[in-house]
């Protein structure tokens, strides 16, 4: 048989510390658990700042415009009033013609611009093809104009003139041309006494090309002086006046008798429908 087993005792001191462990580390963790707690479940109130103060500002005062009408003036009535045309005063034109001194006159005829010919004919016209025109100191504005130029050998073997003064007419004369406005209409008449030569047979548009034309055309006239004038050019005839055949003045000058010859030219020209005629002669 076996003896009984005695029962150990606990030491008291060690029961003692295991109880004072055990409650330390519950303490602990209660400690622990509640401020774990606090900073997940408990957080800091959110903080918002104050907006800035608005200024509320008063609208401006209304301001009233007061718009009048404006009154409508009053145009005075014009008194019309009629004069006789014999008391209406002409004031003097200043021509500045040439010296006489010089080896050749100039002489111009003005018509009516836009209105009508140096004939009194009527035609219809806008003034878009004006020009102004200087030969030799004599001025005028014109759209439908004529040169005539004599050609008799007088220009030519004059003691004042000769081949090269000839020669400063007919670039003068080509020269005026080429600068003609575009709407302007032209024309030259070379003249010996009755006989005539045209460079077109009416009136044409100047331009560049019909310029290049005057020149070559106008150049043999008068270039040597083995060749003067036009007695020998089959191109110049005595030309037909066309208008006054029952005048004593147009039967007269269809004669043809030396120192008549301006006369009968100055008529031709006429005849021609321009505004203006430029008469260079010895």
């Known amino acids: 048989m076996l003896p009984p087993v005695k029962k150990k005792k606990m030491n008291p001191l060690l029961m003692k510390v295991i109880v ?21 479940v408990i957080q800091e109130d959110a903080q918002f700042e104050e907006p800035p103060v608005v200024e509320i500002e008063e609208p401006p005062p209304p301001v009233k415009v007061q718009i009048k009408p404006q009154q409508p003036k009053q145009q005075q009535a014009q008194r019309l009033s009629m004069r006789p045309v014999a008391n209406i005063a002409v004031a003097q034109v200043d021509v500045n013609l040439p010296d006489m001194d010089q080896s050749f006159t100039v002489s111009a005829g003005l018509g009516g611009i836009g209105g009508g010919s140096l004939l009194g004919g009527t035609r219809g016209s806008i003034g878009m093809g004006l020009s102004d025109v200087s030969v030799f100191g004599l ?34 004369i080509t020269d005026m041309v080429g600068n003609l406005s575009a709407g302007t209409l032209f024309n030259v008449m070379l003249q010996d006494r009755s006989r005539t ?7 044409t548009s100047a331009g560049a090309e019909v310029h290049q034309e005057l020149i070559q055309w106008i150049n043999p006239i008068n270039a040597s002086a083995t060749k003067v004038g036009l007695e020998d050019n089959r191109l110049a005839k005595k030309p037909q006046l066309k208008t006054l055949n029952g005048e004593a003045v147009n039967t007269a000058i269809r004669h043809g008798w030396r120192g008549n010859e301006t006369g009968f030219i100055t008529q031709v020209a006429l005849e021609q429908n321009v505004d203006a005629i430029f008469f260079i002669t010895a």
């Open 139 to 172: 001025k005028t504005r014109a759209e439908r104009i004529l040169f005539v130029i004599d050609a008799n050998r007088q220009m030519v073997t004059d003691k004042k003139g000769g081949l090269n003064s000839y020669k400063v007419i007919k670039d003068e």
């Open 197 to 203: 030569m045209l460079f077109k047979p009416q009136l």
């Open 20 to 40: 004072i462990s055990v409650g330390m580390h519950v303490i602990a963790g209660f400690i622990a658990g509640i401020i774990t707690v606090a900073n997940i």
